[in-house]
């Protein structure tokens, strides 16, 4: 069975999304919840579910990324994951290492990519006037949000649309998209799934 570790920095629900679905499809197994605040609340959500959570706060790094990333994968690698699905994962990863997890390494990410890369993607929609919003999940390359496209799954951006109501909109599809990918990912099957 696959090993998956989850990287992330907020509340985690794409994490339970994942969890859940571990659980019940037995393709995989979470083996850490890890992420950069300490405070995350989706580390005792996690921890809840019994599985192992560490954190690894960035800040008292400062601009050492380099070295905040070895004590992060220094966590990881104790694990031996198989997998590692960042999960609202907000810092920026260098290229070393993401080398080190290349081919093996997925992220979530709210948009409809390649459109808005980067942060408040649903701002960016609704300012464009945009028709459809959603969610992609990819692999991750030294590119920022550029990694070969894995699934999206899309959403209508109705009339009065607010970034809170497009937000949690598009959430709800992560939820279901994330965990359809992962599936895939760990028999192999990198084929884009591409949700209405
Ligand atoms: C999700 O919407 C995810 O797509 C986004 O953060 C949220 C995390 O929610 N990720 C990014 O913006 C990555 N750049 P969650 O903690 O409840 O899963």
Redesign the pocket.
Known sequence: MKQVAIL?S??????LALVRDMAEGGYARPVLVVANDPTAK?LERAAAQGIPVAAVDHRPFGRDREAFEAALAAKIDATNPDILCL??F?RILTPGFIRRYQGRMLN???SLLPKYPGLHTHARALAAGDAEAG?TVHEVTAELDAGPLLGQARVPVLPGDTEDRLAARV?AR?HQLYPRVLRRFAVGDRTPLLLP
């Open positions: 992330i907020g509340g985690g629900s794409n994490m989706g999960a609202g907000m979530i990410h709210p969610c959430l992560e």
